[in-house]
């Protein structure tokens, strides 16, 4: 989000402060008044809600990217990602985005339960409030390994060692990613047109993300 608003802010008279947390975090603030003008959610359920109880602009809504996720391990040494998933015994902590709050947790808990390891795994899941907590959960060596978001893997400005495995997206719902204005204001009706774009489009895809 950072390059695509620093390409718009190049041609605009309007500056974008960017505020990062969990969907469901951001959800929360914004029902009970939170004064953001745009709510670009990792998912499409809350801006869907948003719209229903008549907080955001009706018919504003729409899908900007489609999410998927990683599974890395920092450690080179772990080099069968989905092995170490099935056969945990040698993995100490493994963290995912809290379900709770994060639509990537939503989705690493469905793989895990695919898989059949989401009950003989709890005792050593470590949840972060967002993806980018998990990813750092990961990144510090306090998890073996993580349930990422591809983006932040493939992350040109951001290199990675060690191994990392993407999980089939057929054993995950999709993880659509909406964007919903909240105001009429111009300047975020501007911002959401342009992700449009095929300047912003592209950026899209070049930091990891489908297009919908």
């Known amino acids: 989000m950072k390059a695509i608003v620093s390409e718009y802010e190049e041609t605009s008279v309007h ?41 955001a602009i009706i018919g504003s809504r729409t899908t900007y990217a489609r999410g998927r996720l990683a599974v890395w391990a920092s450690n080179p040494e772990i080099n069968n990602i989905k092995d170490a998933l099935n056969n945990h015994q040698n993995i100490a902590h493994l963290a995912i985005a809290n379900p709770k709050l994060s639509p990537y947790g939503i989705a690493a808990k469905q793989v895990l339960m695919t898989l059949d390891a989401w009950p003989k795994i709890q005792s050593k899941l470590v949840r972060g409030e967002n993806i980018a907590q998990t990813f750092q959960f990961v990144h510090s060596g306090n998890a073996d390994l993580g349930f990422v978001a591809y983006s932040q893997v493939v992350n040109p400005k951001q290199p990675l060692q060690g191994n990392w495995w993407i999980p089939p997206q057929s054993l995950y719902s999709p993880i659509d990613q909406q964007a919903v204005l909240l105001n009429n204001r111009q300047a975020p009706k501007d911002l959401l047109e342009f992700m449009k774009s095929p300047l912003a489009r592209q950026l899209i895809q070049h930091y990891g993300y489908e297009l919908p």
């Open 15 to 55: 500056t974008v402060v960017l505020s990062f947390g969990s969907t469901g975090k951001h959800y929360a603030q914004i029902t009970n008044g939170a004064p953001f003008d745009l709510f670009l959610a990792a998912d499409s359920a809350r801006p869907q809600l948003l719209e229903d109880q008549g907080i």
